[in-house]
């Protein structure tokens, strides 16, 4: 069995940068409040009109594909992860491969929120080890600013999401003992409403006893409706306590599973690249592990939290920063909406 490894990798973030101060101009929170409870300073947004999810994915994408020294004719399957596509279907992997002028090569779309990057890591992991394909490209990019409820009844969702993308390039690696060492994919659907967004959706029947006459509803009128923005049901939904306490629990035992998979210490972690879902996240699980703080690498005080993109964003940062040398144990952890988290161990 082969074993595959990143062989290229680059983000893109927009332009816009908002600050805690600039949401205040929108709703009522404060600096002080998304800082003490997140460790959010600031966030990009996309531009309104023009940048999408899948301009985003393809702008990181070109970075990765250099990096690995390859063409965009050579990449052999696209796998594209995100809660926020341009349209509701057909999926961003198709739009990314017209964008970019890719081949009839395969497409295929991830919708695991959080964790979407890791599972469209393992599975590009997956093809390559099988030696079904050399160049799989990996996508996790993210317009949350298009959906976002910017008034005081959203503020505990709102102020922690941003806009980004990232990319990596998975290929074969002939080294020994080098590349990605393992993936590790769980979920847990009984809580999957305590962090969702319904609409559109095929069971608004059931969410939405506001329409009983239905099906004389005006057309489409179950795919959106003005009482769903007006009494908020619109926009995701969060049960924040209760992603915090299921998230500060499977971080570090999907982290410990890798390990003891490939009999490996946490001391063995070079460099911990959690999911950037919240600092204190972050920082519960360093201590949980007991890791020292250069060991784990955070950027959610720049970005928030950008959901399929947070891992690749990170992840290239880290590396650009030299952060990541040749021999270094990388260990990608994530946590989201579903329930489903999942690991990814890497030798770089
Ligand atoms: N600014 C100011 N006040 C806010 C606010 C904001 N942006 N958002 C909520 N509040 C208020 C609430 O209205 C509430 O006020 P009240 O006590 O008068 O009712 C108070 O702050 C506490 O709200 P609560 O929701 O209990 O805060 P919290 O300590 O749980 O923090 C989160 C909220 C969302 C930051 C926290 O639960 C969290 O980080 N959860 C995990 C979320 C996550 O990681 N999601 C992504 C998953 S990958």
Not at 80 to 93: I, K, M, V
Not at 293 to 303: A, G, L, P, S
Request: hydrophobic share 40%; proline share 3%; with cysteine.
């Amino acid at each position: 069995m082969l074993q595959s490894k990143i062989a290229g990798i680059g983000y893109y973030v927009p332009k816009n940068v908002y600050t805690n101060n600039d949401l205040t101009r929108f709703m009522d929170t404060s600096d002080e409040w998304i800082q003490e409870r997140t460790g959010i300073k600031e966030r990009r947004y996309a531009d309104r009109i023009g940048e999408t999810t899948t301009t985003m994915g393809v702008e990181a994408a070109k970075i990765a594909i250099e990096r690995a020294h390859i063409t965009n004719e050579e990449v052999d399957f696209i796998i594209f992860a995100t809660l926020s596509p341009d349209y509701y279907f057909p999926g961003c992997a198709v739009l990314l491969q017209r964008e970019m002028g890719m081949k009839e090569v395969g497409a295929l779309d991830i919708r695991n929120q959080c964790s979407g990057f890791i599972y469209a890591l393992s599975i590009a992991d997956q093809f390559v080890k099988t030696g079904m394909y050399k160049n799989v490209l990996v996508v996790g990019s993210e317009k949350h600013s298009f959906a976002l409820d910017f008034s005081t009844r959203g503020r505990a969702v709102s102020v922690i999401f941003g806009d980004g993308a990232g990319a990596v390039v998975v290929q074969p690696t002939a080294e020994d003992g080098k590349g990605i060492l393992s993936t590790h994919l769980h979920s847990d659907g009984a809580d999957a409403e305590k962090l969702a967004m319904y609409y559109p959706g095929a069971s608004s029947g059931i969410w939405l006893d506001k329409i009983p006459d239905w099906p004389d509803q005006e057309l489409g009128g179950l795919l959106m409706t003005k009482e769903m923005l007006e009494d908020g049901t619109a926009f995701p939904n969060m049960d924040g306590q209760a992603v915090f306490k299921k998230a500060v629990v499977k971080f570090p035992e999907v982290i410990h599973e890798a390990l003891a998979k490939n009999n490996l210490k946490t001391s063995d972690i070079s460099l911990l690249i959690p999911h950037q879902a919240n600092l204190r996240i972050s920082q519960f699980i360093q201590k949980t592990l007991g890791l020292r703080e250069d060991q784990v690498f955070n950027n959610i005080q720049k970005y928030g939290n950008t959901t399929a993109a947070s891992i690749p964003i990170a992840l290239c940062e880290a590396w650009e920063e030299g952060k990541i040398k040749e021999g270094d144990l990388v260990c990608l952890a994530a946590f989201g909406a579903g329930f489903t988290w999942g690991s990814a161990l890497i030798r770089w």
